[in-house]
């Protein structure tokens, strides 16, 4: 089945991202959340992102031409039209759960549910669904425009046409994509990087070595980018204490659990970028 269309549930850091990834590669798309103030905020950064990619000419076409491909919607209702639905809301098995029973019952049986959660196994997002065979992972990279990785997740029960689908689909927006056949908390990248986060914790509690050291030590050692804490800040700590948890809760290791430095920020509201604090501060 060609894609003409694609309907994305949820317009945070994400959705918006992906709902943009889709316009540039031509695809009429639907983003959809009930939140309009969060509607809004996911349009103007989409067409922030596309200014800066045109500004550095890294676009085929006018910016405008791509933003006018982006509809806005505050309701599941459109997803009957689509071709590929992306759920990217936050990472909640019953919030997930409920999203895509609510697809279900509006979507027609040939849509496919991609799923881009970043740690929880496909297996049991798509269990509470009449047609669990239709649900697959789709797991971005933030930021989603530049990363070109996308872990295709086959769940136990999931269709060998869903995995095509998905892997033609990811094809069609220049990304690559690496297929995880063994449904596992974490799949590739966040079950190991993640186990880098918590060591990288575990030093500085230990007072090996301060934040900003040890971040420059992963860049200039092994010719990072990022360092742990800079990519932590960029993800998310609640991202990244929620995949965490996900990958402690399906195996009961304890070298699984987040630290309890993890736990207190993201109590606290430090999240990282998005909240202007968290290893590092960061001015508006």
């Known amino acids: ?32 959340d009930i939140d309009e103030v969060m509607l809004d905020r996911a ?10 990619l045109e500004e550095k000419g890294k676009l085929k076409e006018p910016q405008e031409a791509i933003v006018t ?22 990472e909640n098995l019953n919030a997930k759960q409920d999203v895509l029973k609510k697809l279900e019952r509006i979507c027609p049986g040939k849509i496919v549910f991609g ?16 047609s669990p065979e239709r649900v697959i992972g789709v797991h971005f990279f933030n930021p989603v425009h530049r990363m070109k990785l996308v872990e295709i997740v086959r769940g136990l029960m999931t269709t060998d046409n869903a995995v095509e689908m998905a892997k033609n689909f990811v094809l069609s927006l220049t990304k690559e994509p690496v297929v995880v ?31 900003e050291d040890i971040d420059k030590a992963m860049r200039l050692g092994l010719d990072y980018p990022m360092g742990p804490f800079e990519l932590m800040d960029l993800v ?13 809760n399906e195996t009961r290791d304890p070298t699984h659990f987040p630290p309890a430095i993890l736990h207190r920020m993201v109590a606290s509201g430090y999240l990282g970028r998005k909240t202007g604090k968290g290893f590092y501060e960061y001015s508006k």
Not at 5 to 17: A, N
Not at 78 to 88: I, K, L, M, Q, Y
Not at 236 to 248: C, S
């Open 236 to 248: 998310g700590l609640d991202v990244v204490l929620n995949a965490r948890m996900g990958i402690y």
């Open 43 to 52: 349009m103007e950064t989409i067409k922030w992102s596309l200014k800066k």
């Open 69 to 90: 491909r982006v509809e806005k919607a505050t309701t599941m209702d459109p997803g009957n039209d689509a071709d590929f639905v992306v759920e990217a809301i936050y």
């Open 115 to 130: 799923t881009n959660t970043s740690s929880i196994p496909i297996t049991e997002i798509a269990g509470a669904l009449r």
């Open 181 to 211: 056949n063994y449904d596992i908390a974490g799949f590739i990248v966040n079950r190991i990087n993640g186990m880098a986060f918590l060591e990288a914790i575990s030093l500085l509690e230990r007072g090996v070595a301060n934040v």
């Open 1 to 32: 089945m060609k894609i003409h269309k694609v309907f994305v549930v949820g317009s945070g850091t994400m959705g918006s991202g992906i709902a943009q990834a889709c316009a540039q590669a031509g695809y009429n798309v639907t983003m959809m």
